[in-house]
């Protein structure tokens, strides 16, 4: 079943007030995200994986990747395109708090090079997306197509409306999408942006669908 970007933020908001707050949602969504990337790349703890964040939640899920990566051995940087204290969200700041505790991912706010790894994470934009690609977002999709290496793209690829199915210029080209509880109905009209994608739950109670749904 496909649903609405308004369904899945209406159903996110009522697990929230059931007490399955947003920040465990984003803690499943990223170890799931994870678990489908340790399964195409099975020899990630030799790997270097990059992350570009979003100042937003889809941002705050590739924040969750660094430290599960991390704890697989993998070579990590997280660059987060904008600085810390402009993280929009509560759940993400908090995660960003934790990888500052940890000298085993590498943090950088903003940057004017990026490195090239043989893995790459797109948590850039999300169901958040709205007009116009600005900068620095632009740049950061810009350069993720611009390289070779294995591409997971996180819940949609970013640039990608996951509403419409309309992309923006520039947009991810990813190998894989992971996308959570439940297809987004923009998303299967790009095959071409998303390549395989996987639908996986991230604990949100099913009763949070009621009366959305
Ligand atoms: N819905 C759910 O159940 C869950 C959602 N999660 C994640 O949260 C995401 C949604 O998070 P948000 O609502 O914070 O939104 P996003 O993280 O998708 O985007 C919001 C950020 O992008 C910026 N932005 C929006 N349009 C832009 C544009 N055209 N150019 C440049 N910047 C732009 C905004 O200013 C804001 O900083 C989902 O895609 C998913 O990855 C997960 O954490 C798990 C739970
Ligand atoms: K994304």
């Not at 790349?41 to 590739?62: F, R």
């Not at 950088?108 to 600005?134: K, N, Q």
């Not at 819940?155 to 991810?172: F, H, I, K, Q, R």
């Amino acid at each position: 079943m496909e649903i609405s970007v308004r369904q899945m933020y209406d159903i996110e908001e009522n697990g929230h007030k059931m007490g399955f707050l947003k920040k465990f949602m984003m803690e499943n969504a990223g170890a799931a995200a994870v678990r489908r990337l340790c399964e195409r790349v099975p020899d990630i703890a030799s790997k270097e994986v990059l992350i570009l964040s979003g100042m937003g939640n889809n941002g705050g899920d590739g924040l969750v990747m660094a430290r599960h990566l991390a704890g697989h051995g993998a070579r990590v940087t997280v660059i987060l395109l904008g600085t810390h204290d402009r993280i929009r969200t509560e759940e993400s700041s908090w995660n960003w708090s934790i990888l500052k505790k940890m000298p085993s991912v590498r943090l950088m706010e903003g940057c004017d090079s990026y490195p090239r790894p043989d893995v790459m994470i797109d948590a850039v934009l999300g169901t958040g997306i709205a007009g116009d690609i600005r900068e620095p977002y632009a740049s950061a999709i810009r350069h993720i197509n611009g390289t070779e290496c294995f591409t997971m793209a996180v819940d949609v690829p970013s640039g990608l409306n996951p509403e419409t199915g309309l992309a923006a210029t520039p947009s991810v080209r990813a190998d894989v999408t992971v996308t959570f509880h439940k297809m987004k109905r923009g998303i299967p009209q790009r095959p071409d942006l998303t390549g395989r994608v996987y639908v996986e739950k991230i604990g949100i109670p099913p009763e949070a669908e009621e009366g959305v749904l």
